[in-house]
């Protein structure tokens, strides 16, 4: 329960560096799509996290935000996953700690 905690907490920090400050943005964007890729399974509990996410990001958002959940690696593999997500590839990506670890400086 703490592991998936830290990843939704982690999730939430990412979208919310993707979004411009509408002080810093020429023209303030009204709706946003992400793509958040994972190679779990459509009923692992990490996916249906992300699911539960992308459906309370866009409730509160009043739709101005959605997010298309990919499971199942049908957009990236987890070996993918997180050069995908440094290269703009995907928007969020859920992947493995060993897949990560490789890139923390």
């Known amino acids: 329960m703490k592991r998936l905690t830290v990843t939704l ?3 939430g920090v990412i979208i919310a560096w993707s ?5 810093l943005a020429g023209s303030v964007k009204k709706e946003y799509t992400l793509h958040l ?15 539960l996410m992308a459906k309370r990001a866009n409730e509160l958002s009043d739709g101005k935000i959605t997010i298309k ?13 997180p050069e995908a997500t440094m290269s703009g590839g995907c ?9 990560w670890a490789k890139h923390a400086r």
Request: proline share 4%; hydrophobic share 40%.
């Open 69 to 81: 959940v990919h499971a199942g690696g049908a957009m990236f593999s987890d070996r993918q996953i």
């Open 9 to 11: 907490l982690i999730i």
């Open 37 to 51: 890729a994972t190679q779990m399974p459509i009923k692992h509990t990490i996916t249906k996290s992300a699911n």
């Open 19 to 23: 979004l411009p400050s509408s002080a």
């Open 91 to 99: 928007d969020i990506g859920i992947s493995t700690a060993n897949t």
